[in-house]
């Protein structure tokens, strides 16, 4: 499975943006699918994840209900739409995807495929 991220680039603080991750390539079953990001300096962090059904989503405690993650399967794809941007959310963002639905979802290991990343930059 190759994964491919999309939609990153400069906006204001209190903008907005939509993150696409497009899934090619074979999977031997459902995936579940995630978005991490990677501020500079800093850690890689979990940001959202949603079940291959769509019913199990979580975000990280930071979200506040400003990002909705979203799937479209029929077209292999997950959305990361951001509203209310804020410069601290500068970061590169990678989307993710696991084999397996485990507890563990905020951790990076629980992951085998990841895109390549693309760069988010909120201006203040």
């Known amino acids: 499975v190759q994964l491919q991220a999309s939609g990153g680039g400069l906006v204001q603080a209190g903008g907005s943006l939509r993150l696409s991750c497009a899934q090619s390539g074979r999977s031997l079953g459902p995936l579940h699918m995630g978005w991490f990001r990677q501020a500079p300096g800093e850690e890689r962090e979990f940001v959202a994840r949603i079940s291959f059904s769509g019913r199990a989503i979580y975000y990280a405690d930071f979200v506040q209900g400003r990002f909705t993650i979203s799937t479209d399967n029929a077209k292999n794809m997950v959305y990361l739409q951001m509203n209310s941007l804020k410069p601290e959310d500068t970061a590169v963002y990678y989307c993710?995807?696991?084999?397996?639905?485990?507890?563990?979802?905020?951790?990076?290991?629980?992951?085998?495929?990841w895109g390549q990343g693309t760069l988010v930059t909120v201006s203040s």
């Open positions: 993710a995807a696991a084999a397996s639905a485990d507890k563990y979802y905020k951790r990076e290991s629980s992951y085998e495929n």
